[in-house]
């Protein structure tokens, strides 16, 4: 598709500066997707197993790997309770979200009360960890074990980087064991979309094969 071939809609800027910190979520959500959950665990002082998902999550790199999360505050502005368990160098599991367990993942949602753990409470099926103290989802069909490395915050903004330490995946999720290859489709994984209460599925997908500077000459000639 050649420069000219581009649509020219009209355009509007946002000064977020200028803006409410509700309409910049309802923005930056609206055009930042999808957006992957992670369904996070972790241990409360007491042993029970909290559970909450995010959206405010991705993968920052593979050496080592890295995830990064942000569990926003209550609206008393207290920290919810899975920023108040991952103390520095804490263990927590991200468990990533099937379409069957969507309704499940929403219900962990809920603003259970400071100290009730979300996984007994719903009688969420757990796993122990391998690497670490945190169970995963025994349903998700993968799972990263993780430690915490650094909490950066940025105003009322709280961002959680943790170094993978190890990863449980359905077995028929492996096309190659040995090369590391993932069938990725058959874990139907669903995304967050828009703000509240959107979400999509990783069904239809499409392959671009990236093209090397060689091609890329051969075909301008």
């Given at each position: ?7 020219s ?13 509700a ?6 959500t ?17 042993g ?15 050496d ?27 263990e927590?599991?991200v ?7 969507a ?14 753990g979300?996984?007994?409470?719903l ?7 391998v ?18 490395v650094q ?9 959680i ?28 994984l ?16 499409f392959?671009?094969?990236?093209v ?10």
């Open positions: 598709m050649t420069p000219a071939a581009f649509p809609p009209e355009f509007r800027h946002f000064d977020f500066a200028a803006l409410s910190a309409d910049r979520y309802k923005l930056v609206g055009v930042i997707v999808p957006r992957p959950i992670a369904w996070v665990g972790t241990l409360g002082a007491d029970h197993v909290n559970l909450a998902p995010y959206s405010f999550f991705g993968l920052m790199g593979s080592p790997a890295v995830v990064a999360f942000a569990p926003g505050d209550r609206a008393d502005g207290t920290p919810k309770d899975t920023a108040l368990n991952i103390a520095p160098g804490g927590f599991t468990n990533l979200v099937s379409a069957d367990l309704p499940l993942m929403n219900a962990t949602a809920t603003d259970f009360p400071h100290g009730m979300e996984a007994q409470t009688g969420v099926p757990l796993a122990p960890g690497k670490v103290r945190v169970p995963r989802v025994a349903a998700s069909p993968a799972a990263l074990e993780c430690r915490e909490t950066v915050q940025i105003g009322r903004t709280r961002v980087l943790g170094e993978v330490l190890g990863l449980t995946l359905r077995a028929d999720a492996l096309l190659d064991e040995q090369k590391r290859h993932v069938d990725t489709a058959v874990l139907d669903i995304g967050r979309m828009g703000g509240r209460g959107t979400y999509t599925l990783t069904r239809d997908t392959t671009i094969d990236r090397s500077y060689a091609q890329w000459q051969a075909g301008k000639e």
